[in-house]
């Protein structure tokens, strides 16, 4: 009996979709949505030429100015697809959460720009 989508949600790696033929295609759906939609390349892609962890606050302004965005709850909407797609971690630091990309995130640099 293949696993409810809901099954997923529990994992808190990527190697953890290993687990079943379900779990793969599951997560391998969510990359690649993360990683095709504009607004979250251009997250991704932000992070990177910054070269460092980014605020909250710091990516919605970026965005914003670009004209890409308007409301934060469309910021946090991505983000928050982005950590699921294992893009993204959330990073503490002096009492801050950081954003910052993981290797999986890094293909940004390999896709070419449509």
Do not use: W
């Amino acid at each position: 009996m293949p696993e409810d989508e809901f099954e997923f949600k529990k994992y808190k790696k990527f190697e953890d979709y290993e687990k079943s033929l379900e779990a793969n295609r599951y997560i391998h759906d969510v990359y690649l949505k993360a990683i095709n939609h504009p607004i979250r390349r251009k997250i991704l892609k932000l992070i990177l030429k910054a070269n460092k962890p980014l605020k909250e606050n710091e990516i919605f302004e970026k965005l914003k100015e670009k004209g890409l965005i308007s409301k934060r709850n469309i910021l946090k909407y991505n983000l928050d697809y982005l950590l699921k797609a294992f893009c993204l971690e959330k990073v503490k630091k002096e009492n801050q959460i950081f954003y910052e990309i993981t290797q999986s995130g890094r293909i940004i640099e390999y896709l070419k720009k449509f």
